[in-house]
């Protein structure tokens, strides 16, 4: 059994509508530290761990964050952003995953990468299996786009939130561009 992720506390959270279904947004006093479908997600943080994170109150400093995150992921749904800026917080990964995530954070609305390319450029090129299990747990679905890496010859490969997310999460970028 995998050693669930351990997220800094105190976390406070939102749920938001998307056309993919209902994400549970996550965040601490750093920044976003989850966004996840609540539905046919894989790599969803411990029961017990959600259980304990309050969901943010209009009080709530991290309630701003949450409620910026929300309606950028609003406005990329309807295609009216392409990238996001809010402040992440990486720090329930390793750190090689998050050296990962942020490479990924350098992935632009409509185009893709590949395990091995990002392998390569953190030094490694031997590297694109571990780089597939880091993006398999980005606990930052979209805003961190997991969905923008592909197998090396463009083959679409898993995602946390399910192949058909990944694909229709391309189709919308390609309109985008």
């Given amino acids: 059994m995998q050693k669930p ?24 006093r750093q920044g976003l530290v989850g966004a996840w479908f609540m539905q046919g997600q894989k ?3 411990d029961a017990a761990q959600m259980a304990a994170w309050p969901v943010a109150l209009k009080s709530d400093t991290a309630n701003l964050l949450l409620n910026k995150t929300a309606q950028q992921l609003e406005a990329y749904f309807l295609g009216k952003r ?26 632009a609305c409509g185009a893709t990468n590949s395990y091995g390319a990002i392998g ?17 747990k980005n606990p930052i679905s979209i805003i961190v786009p997991c969905h923008r890496i592909v197998g090396s010859a463009g083959a679409m490969t898993g995602y946390a939130g399910g192949l058909e997310r990944k694909i229709a999460l391309l189709q919308l970028e390609a309109a985008l561009i």
């Fill in 120 to 136: 390569k450029t953190l030094g490694n090129p031997q590297a694109a299996r571990a780089v597939g299990a880091a993006v398999g």
């Fill in 43 to 45: 790599h969803l943080p």
């Fill in 82 to 107: 392409k990238a996001f800026d809010v402040p992440l917080d990486l720090s329930s990964g390793t750190a090689f995953q998050q050296s990962v995530w942020r490479e990924i954070s350098r992935v």
């Fill in 5 to 28: 992720m351990t997220f800094p506390m105190p976390i406070h959270t939102k749920t938001v509508s998307t056309p993919l279904g209902s994400m549970l947004l996550a965040a601490s």
